[in-house]
């Protein structure tokens, strides 16, 4: 189990308490109806995020004017970059400010989509 380190106003570093919680701590702070409702939650958004890209391919291929091949083909390689990119964000998120890695991710991949909006005919 990680440890959060937080620097006090004073310059005395301290360890989270409840980060460097065993697993049965956890258990014993989280209501069975919040973990159930949580698995619940996250099995149907990524349920619904997975089958719905599956129904909206053609209409995507069609308005981009490639193949199915193609959509499929990019959708794959995002999962796969994305992949590989977890690990270091968490880490990065652990390491620093969570929300200043998250801001920085989605400044630079608005940033990008702007770029290639833009470069779109």
């Not at 590989?84 to 998250?102: K, N, T």
């Amino acid at each position: 189990m990680f440890t959060s380190e937080f620097i006090k106003e004073d310059g005395e570093r301290v360890l989270d308490a409840q980060a460097t919680g065993s697993h049965e701590d956890m258990e014993r702070r989280l209501p069975l109806w919040a973990r159930i409702g949580l698995g619940a939650t996250q099995i149907i958004g990524y349920g619904a995020l997975y089958y719905a890209f599956s129904v909206l391919v053609p209409d995507i291929a069609c308005d981009l004017k490639v193949s199915e091949k193609m959509v499929f083909g990019a959708f794959s390689v995002a999962l796969l970059v994305r992949s590989f990119a977890a690990p270091v964000a968490g880490r990065l998120a652990d390491r620093q400010d969570a929300g200043l890695v998250m801001g920085i991710c989605v400044h630079q991949i608005s940033t990008v989509s702007a770029e290639k909006m833009h470069a779109a005919p």
